[in-house]
């Protein structure tokens, strides 16, 4: 449970950091062509911004990840939705130039760095304390020559 926790707060830190870089591009609009509806034989085209692309892009490869852990005996699903659901992620990042592997890769970088920069490890605690110690008894010798 604990491992999925840490793989959901990475999906969610990884959609962020994404979501952060695609704020300049917001403006821009991806256009979708012939979205037809069957039952009024009527075609639309339909406007997204960028941000929303790479979200929904982002959205299909972890939700792929997460039914890939659930439905791994699940044949339809190996046979067929995962497959659906790559492909359909693929299309959208081609179409709109973006690379997924490479944002990933990115952000993996960013959290490893934060990580090591924010614990400073027991080597550092164990300086710590020494340089305490040690201060501490330069205080007395002090007071004592006093």
């Given amino acids: 449970m604990e491992n999925r926790k840490k793989q959901l707060f990475f999906f969610f830190q990884f959609l962020q950091e994404t979501e952060k870089e695609m704020i300049k591009e917001n403006e821009k609009q991806v256009m979708i062509e012939k979205a037809i509806n069957l039952r009024l034989m009527c075609d639309y085209?339909?406007?997204c911004s960028y941000?929303?692309?790479?979200?929904?892009i982002c959205m299909?490869?972890?939700y792929v990840k997460m039914l890939d852990?659930?439905?791994a005996d699940d044949i339809q699903y190996q046979a067929y939705y995962r497959n659906v659901f790559m492909k359909m992620a693929?299309?959208?990042a081609e179409q709109i130039e973006y690379d997924y592997e490479k944002q990933l890769e990115k952000c993996r970088k960013k959290?490893?760095?934060r990580e090591s920069s924010s614990d400073i490890g027991e080597d550092g605690l164990t300086l710590f304390a020494k340089r305490g110690?040690?201060?501490e008894q330069k205080e007395k010798d002090e007071v004592k020559t006093e």
């Fill in 45 to 47: 085209v339909v406007s």
């Fill in 51 to 56: 941000g929303d692309i790479v979200l929904i």
């Fill in 60 to 62: 299909l490869h972890d």
């Fill in 69 to 71: 852990e659930i439905k």
């Fill in 90 to 92: 693929g299309r959208l």
């Fill in 111 to 113: 959290q490893q760095k």
């Fill in 133 to 135: 110690l040690e201060k």
